[in-house]
């Protein structure tokens, strides 16, 4: 075969992925199940570069110059397995499969072991910038062994999005589960950034007295400082748009409950397990599912809530800076847990992954691209021991120079009856951190008389047990 490299499954992301390649000079072997959807792609797209057309699998493998390098772009869990089971017998010692899609990394960790076992590469890619990524230039993350990314590397940095400084949006993660590891705490800060982006919103319209399109101007003007990013010049945007049919503002005529298609929760549910505190991330994931429920909301809306009014005109410009702050600060935390996260997962792995390359490949072509990313790569290239994003100095000197406003919108969300779950539950980890003496001794009392789950002491060395039913002396247990 002659095709450098091969996708099968041409839905929107693999067909834009193709042409990606395709654009950047390398011959593309393409296929898809359904193989009309093959003969369209080379219809309509054929002049963009070289794709040779396999109706077949065993076309398709034939087509691949060898070491085969092909990519799965198909719905992610039991097809994927599939189309794996479907290629696997076809393919030679030292070829590579590489998943494009959004699997979960344990998925990734099991597959990558049993097609080590029959001698195949098998490369874990997170991939993020929706199809218009795909095609112009993604973030892409790559999980597998160092061998499979000397082979893939050089293609995937030609298509991969390009950093202001001209450097690809790509790096190898790590072994097995890294890259999708990594995909999905990305698709987690992601909730949390659009949480908190909401709740600016939701403050400046209920609290301000701002339309939606003082709150497109708002945003806009923040998108020229240290918030520029992607998700808030695109909320502009939504913000300003006008419903065609009804004159109204766009946001005023979707219906108010979020979906979410599970990488948020997955990034919840393997942060229990790691034991990280993602707060930021896990009222995110809550926010979206409180909306969705209709009929409780209904039920609940009799509640009582408080009298205050809304603020004056006067006021309100100075409330709308004061948002910004808390903004700015509550994003630093999510990106804090979300890079601990990362880090308890290589440790727990034994991925050896690095976070300033993380957040070096996140500055172009994913969703949570943001000016603010190059300095989180300053902060781990130049620190790679630094124990939190929050040890930085900068970091904790802005953060520093937020609180007392950050402070201030929280307390006004709280009078006014605004939820505000983000920025509350990232002051209270900030605060947490801060804190001398946490209750958490308390915790352990507690423990201790009801269960005799034992305690440490802050003067000695050991375990022990204070006898809560006898005599309350305490005896050492270890
Ligand atoms: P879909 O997830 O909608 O998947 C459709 C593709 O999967 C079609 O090519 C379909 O073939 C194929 N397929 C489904 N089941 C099987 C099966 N059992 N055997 C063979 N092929 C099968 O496509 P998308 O392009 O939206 O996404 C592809 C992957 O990329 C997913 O894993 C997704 O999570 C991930 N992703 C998507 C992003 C996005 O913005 N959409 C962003 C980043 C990642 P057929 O035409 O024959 O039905």
């Known amino acids: 075969g002659t095709a450098q490299i091969g996708v099968t499954g041409l839905a929107v992301m693999g067909r834009n992925l193709a042409r990606n390649f395709a654009r950047n000079g390398f011959t593309v072997a393409v296929h898809n199940r359904t193989a009309s959807k093959t003969r369209a792609l080379v219809d309509e797209f054929g002049d963009e570069g070289t794709f040779v057309a396999a109706e077949s699998a065993a076309e398709f493998v034939a087509a691949l110059e060898r070491p085969r390098r092909l990519v799965i772009m198909v719905k992610a869990g039991e097809p994927t397995d599939a189309v794996i089971e479907e290629f696997a017998p076809l393919l030679e010692e030292g070829d590579v499969i590489i998943d494009g899609g959004n699997a979960h990394f344990a998925d990734t960790r ?22 218009e990524g795909a095609l112009h230039g993604p973030s892409i993350m790559p999980g597998g062994s160092a061998e499979s990314y000397e082979s893939l590397g050089p293609l995937l940095e030609r298509i991969a999005a390009k950093a202001p400084d001209g450097a690809p949006c790509v790096a190898h993660i790590g072994p097995d589960g890294a890259g999708h590891f990594v995909k999905m705490v990305h698709n987690g800060i992601e909730y949390a950034d659009m949480q908190l982006i909401a709740e600016a919103y939701h403050l400046l319209r209920s609290v301000a007295g701002y339309s939606p399109a003082k709150i497109a101007e708002t945003f806009r003007s923040w998108n020229t400082g240290r918030l520029d990013s992607y998700l808030i010049e695109i909320t502009a945007e939504v913000l300003a748009h006008t419903d065609e049919a009804t004159g109204k503002p766009f946001v005023d005529i979707v219906t108010d409950q979020a979906e979410q298609k599970g990488t948020g929760r997955w990034t919840v549910q393997i942060a229990l397990d790691l034991g990280v505190p993602v707060s930021g991330i896990a009222e995110a994931v809550f926010a979206r599912s409180l909306s969705g429920h209709a009929a409780l909301r209904e039920a609940s809306r009799t509640l009582p809530g408080p009298t205050a009014a809304p603020l004056g005109e006067a006021d309100a410009a100075r409330f709308a800076d004061q948002v910004e702050q808390a903004l700015y600060a509550s994003k630093i935390v999510s990106y804090t847990q979300g890079f601990h996260q990362i880090q308890a997962g290589s440790e727990e792995y034994g ?4 976070l300033g390359s993380v957040a070096a490949i996140w500055r172009a072509g994913c969703i949570i691209r943001a000016a603010f990313l190059d300095r989180i790569r300053g902060a781990f290239d130049t620190q790679p021991d630094l124990p939190s994003l929050l040890s930085d ?17 929280v307390a006004a969300a709280v009078h006014q009856g605004v939820p505000t779950p983000g ?27 009801f269960g005799a789950h034992t305690y440490r002491r802050t003067d000695r060395e050991g375990s022990f047990h204070t006898l809560w039913g006898g005599d309350r002396s305490e005896v050492s247990t270890s």
């Open 110 to 131: 099991r597959r990558e072991r049993e097609l080590r076992e029959r001698g195949i590469h098998f490369v874990g890619v997170g991939i993020s910038g929706g199809e």
């Open 393 to 409: 100095k900068q970091f904790a000197e802005e953060i520093g120079a937020a609180q007392d406003d950050w402070r201030a919108v």
């Open 351 to 354: 991925w050896n992954i690095d």
């Open 423 to 449: 920025f509350g539950a990232a002051l209270a980890y900030y605060d947490a951190l801060r804190a001398e003496r946490l209750p958490a001794a308390l915790t352990q009392g507690q423990r201790d008389f």
